[in-house]
């Protein structure tokens, strides 16, 4: 079993920033950011490996970054210039002995 919290939801203006955190109940190889927008469907956002490599959607490359403090079992997602489009709840992801394991989410909401 693996329990996912996140944590730095909150709501911010267009080109604000926010940072996310999710902290896991043990160490987990790979990481990553899911969100969801109001009727969408949930979209992956980044990942980062056990080694530290990185992944991005296209539409948040050099805004997002993901990191992890492997001593804390943590995970964060730096959001910089946030825009309206990127209002959704956003979601912890973890893989761990064949199973997925996701947070509850927190909600990100950037006003125009």
């Known amino acids: 079993q693996v329990q996912l919290v996140e944590s730095g939801g909150g709501l911010v203006q267009a080109g604000g920033s926010l940072r996310l955190s999710c902290a896991a109940s043990r160490s987990i190889n790979d990481m990553g950011w899911y969100r969801q927008a109001p009727g969408k469907q949930r979209e992956w956002v980044a990942t980062?490996?056990?080694?530290?490599?990185?992944y991005y959607i296209d539409s948040v490359k050099g805004r997002f970054t993901i990191s992890r403090d492997n001593a804390k079992n943590t995970v964060y997602l730096q959001m910089n210039s946030l825009q309206p489009e990127d209002t959704a709840v956003y979601y912890c992801n973890a893989a761990y002995a064949g199973r997925l394991y996701w947070g509850r989410g927190t909600q990100v909401t950037v006003s125009s």
């Open positions: 980062i490996t056990s080694g530290g490599r990185t």
